[in-house]
Protein backbone atom coordinates (compact mmCIF):
# COMPACT_ATOMS: atom_id res chain seq x y z
CA UNK A 1 0.00 0.00 0.00
CA UNK A 2 1.47 3.63 -0.63
CA UNK A 3 2.53 6.11 2.23
CA UNK A 4 0.89 8.91 3.23
CA UNK A 5 2.56 11.71 3.00
CA UNK A 6 2.29 14.74 4.94
CA UNK A 7 2.15 18.48 3.93
CA UNK A 8 1.32 22.53 4.81
CA UNK A 9 4.12 22.46 7.98
CA UNK A 10 6.70 25.56 8.49
CA UNK A 11 7.39 28.37 11.01
CA UNK A 12 4.44 30.49 12.00
CA UNK A 13 4.04 33.18 14.52
CA UNK A 14 1.70 32.57 18.06
CA UNK A 15 -1.24 33.39 17.35
CA UNK A 16 -1.15 32.60 13.78
CA UNK A 17 -2.80 29.47 11.70
CA UNK A 18 -1.78 26.27 9.58
CA UNK A 19 -3.06 23.82 7.47
CA UNK A 20 -1.47 20.24 7.32
CA UNK A 21 -2.86 17.75 4.82
CA UNK A 22 -2.40 13.79 5.01
CA UNK A 23 -2.85 11.81 1.56
CA UNK A 24 -1.61 9.01 0.37
CA UNK A 25 1.67 9.17 -2.30
CA UNK A 26 -0.20 7.08 -5.27
CA UNK A 27 -3.62 6.38 -5.49
CA UNK A 28 -6.60 6.87 -3.13
CA UNK A 29 -7.27 4.44 -0.44
CA UNK A 30 -10.35 2.13 0.82
CA UNK A 31 -12.11 4.43 3.91
CA UNK A 32 -9.71 4.70 7.07
CA UNK A 33 -10.19 5.84 10.56
CA UNK A 34 -7.15 8.40 10.74
CA UNK A 35 -5.62 10.31 13.07
CA UNK A 36 -2.76 13.47 13.71
CA UNK A 37 0.10 12.82 16.39
CA UNK A 38 2.94 15.24 16.73
CA UNK A 39 6.07 14.56 18.64
CA UNK A 40 9.37 16.75 19.85
CA UNK A 41 13.00 15.21 20.03
CA UNK A 42 13.10 13.32 23.80
CA UNK A 43 9.54 12.77 24.07
CA UNK A 44 6.55 10.38 23.34
CA UNK A 45 4.69 10.55 20.25
CA UNK A 46 1.63 12.66 21.29
CA UNK A 47 -2.08 11.89 20.33
CA UNK A 48 -3.41 15.39 18.73
CA UNK A 49 -6.62 14.14 16.92
CA UNK A 50 -8.54 11.80 14.95
CA UNK A 51 -11.50 11.03 13.10
CA UNK A 52 -13.95 8.01 12.44
CA UNK A 53 -13.91 6.22 8.52
CA UNK A 54 -17.50 8.19 8.21
CA UNK A 55 -15.76 11.29 9.25
CA UNK A 56 -18.80 11.73 11.66
CA UNK A 57 -16.83 11.56 14.60
CA UNK A 58 -13.88 13.58 16.01
CA UNK A 59 -11.69 12.86 18.63
CA UNK A 60 -8.94 16.02 19.90
CA UNK A 61 -6.50 16.04 22.88
CA UNK A 62 -7.75 18.21 25.79
CA UNK A 63 -4.59 20.32 24.50
CA UNK A 64 -6.02 21.42 21.29
CA UNK A 65 -9.36 21.45 21.39
CA UNK A 66 -11.34 24.52 20.30
CA UNK A 67 -7.80 25.50 17.99
CA UNK A 68 -7.49 22.33 15.86
CA UNK A 69 -10.23 20.99 13.60
CA UNK A 70 -9.98 17.94 12.32
CA UNK A 71 -11.72 16.80 8.53
CA UNK A 72 -11.39 14.85 5.91
CA UNK A 73 -12.51 14.88 2.03
CA UNK A 74 -13.02 10.60 1.10
CA UNK A 75 -13.30 11.62 -2.41
CA UNK A 76 -9.36 11.86 -2.35
CA UNK A 77 -8.78 10.12 0.55
CA UNK A 78 -7.34 12.96 2.61
CA UNK A 79 -7.54 14.09 5.71
CA UNK A 80 -6.39 17.71 7.09
CA UNK A 81 -6.60 19.17 10.38
CA UNK A 82 -6.70 23.04 10.37
CA UNK A 83 -4.66 24.88 13.27
CA UNK A 84 -5.65 28.03 14.68
CA UNK A 85 -4.47 30.37 17.64
CA UNK A 86 -1.45 28.16 17.74
CA UNK A 87 1.11 28.33 20.54
CA UNK A 88 4.85 27.50 21.13
CA UNK A 89 4.11 24.37 22.85
CA UNK A 90 2.55 23.32 19.13
CA UNK A 91 5.91 22.84 18.08
CA UNK A 92 7.05 19.37 16.80
CA UNK A 93 6.94 17.19 14.06
CA UNK A 94 3.34 16.27 12.74
CA UNK A 95 2.80 12.70 11.71
CA UNK A 96 -0.32 11.16 9.97
CA UNK A 97 -1.40 7.83 10.20
CA UNK A 98 -4.50 4.90 9.71
CA UNK A 99 -6.21 3.96 12.68
CA UNK A 100 -5.90 -0.06 12.95
CA UNK A 101 -8.30 -0.79 16.19
CA UNK A 102 -8.21 -0.16 19.88
CA UNK A 103 -7.95 3.22 20.99
CA UNK A 104 -7.98 6.34 19.15
CA UNK A 105 -5.17 7.86 21.21
CA UNK A 106 -2.60 5.30 21.16
CA UNK A 107 0.40 5.38 18.64
CA UNK A 108 0.51 1.69 18.97
CA UNK A 109 -2.99 1.36 17.16
CA UNK A 110 -2.27 3.21 14.17
CA UNK A 111 -0.57 1.80 11.14
CA UNK A 112 0.80 3.70 7.54
CA UNK A 113 2.55 6.45 9.52
CA UNK A 114 3.64 8.98 6.92
CA UNK A 115 7.24 11.03 7.37
CA UNK A 116 6.16 14.06 9.48
CA UNK A 117 5.70 17.70 8.74
CA UNK A 118 7.61 20.33 10.89
CA UNK A 119 5.81 22.80 12.52
CA UNK A 120 7.59 25.61 14.39
CA UNK A 121 5.22 28.26 16.41
CA UNK A 122 7.47 31.32 17.79
CA UNK A 123 6.72 33.34 20.53
Known amino acids: QDKLVESGGGLVQAGGSLRLTCAPS????????MGWFRQVPGKEREFVAA????????YYADSVKGRFTISKDETKSTMYLQMNSLKPEDTGVYYCATHASGSYSSPADYTNWGQGTQVTVSS
Open 26 to 33: GRPWSTYA
Open 51 to 58: ISWSGTYT
